[in-house]
């Protein structure tokens, strides 16, 4: 009896497992790679603000840019079309979605509620090493902001808030928490384009380093949120100013 196609390419261990891992090629492992690390600096430049909401993103550029060919990088822009951290255009051009209002108090509210649940999570095991580590960076984060280095401090920001979540130790939350950033950062650097960004004084970071280094937390679920809602604030008065 002829096997059939899936039984061709696949391996059964003596252990009676299936083994699927013969059928993947050098060159299909590799082109997934490749895929893979430019899926991540894309939602890093996403996440820490380095494109623009209607950006539009060229492929060749791209490679150019990576030193990889066109393959990989569609596959990578794709996953994130999937992910809706990108828009595929009915005339195929791929560019950095435009939020409403609307929409981006949804996608806030959605942080709110997600990145407070990783920073209680945090702060029960937080150590005292830990938390002068993310009070460092708030540290350099406040000099880069006073200093108007505005690129680093939306890079100093994202390191500090993922340090905490890292904290908890939660994988799937993360992901999810990693997810919104990719579809909210762009916002961040409309902000500073449009306006010089306030400087918040006390901090909520200052409230949720507080937290963390006294176990708190329903402290850090709150400065998490007073965080972000005032982060937000004045994104929400230029979205309110385009639609006028």
Not at 70 to 85: F, K, Y
Not at 197 to 223: F, G, M, T, V, Y
Not at 230 to 235: S, T
Request: hydrophobic fraction near 40%.
């Amino acid at each position: 009896m002829q096997k059939s196609a899936t039984a061709k390419h696949r391996h059964i261990s003596q252990t009676g497992a299936v083994d699927y891992s013969l059928s993947l090629s050098p060159n299909r492992i590799q082109r997934e790679s490749l895929a893979s690390i430019v899926y991540a600096h894309l939602k890093n430049a996403l996440a820490e603000g380095k494109l623009m909401p209607g950006q539009k993103l060229t492929g060749r550029e791209l490679c150019e840019q990576l030193g990889v060919s066109q393959t990989p990088v569609r596959e990578a822009m794709l996953q994130l079309v999937a992910e809706r951290a990108l828009t595929l255009n009915p005339n195929r051009s791929i560019t950095v979605p435009e939020l409403t209002r609307d929409k981006f108090i949804e996608l806030r509210d959605m942080r709110v509620a997600l990145e407070g649940l990783a920073a209680a999570h945090a702060a029960a095991v937080a150590t005292a090493d830990q938390v002068d580590e993310i009070a460092s960076f708030h540290d350099k984060l406040m000099r880069a902001k006073r200093a108007r280095a505005y690129g680093d401090t939306m890079k100093l920001n994202r390191l500090l808030h993922f340090a905490v979540y890292e904290l908890s130790g939660r994988e799937e939350l993360i992901s999810l928490i990693e997810s919104l950033w990719a579809r909210t950062g762009p916002y961040l650097n409309f902000l500073y384009r449009h306006q010089e960004p306030a400087i918040i004084d006390p901090h909520p970071h200052e409230a949720l380093i507080a937290a963390l280094r006294s176990n708190q937390s329903d402290d850090a679920r709150k400065a998490i949120e007073v965080d972000i809602i005032q982060g937000g604030a004045n994104i929400l008065d230029v979205l309110s100013n385009d639609a006028a």
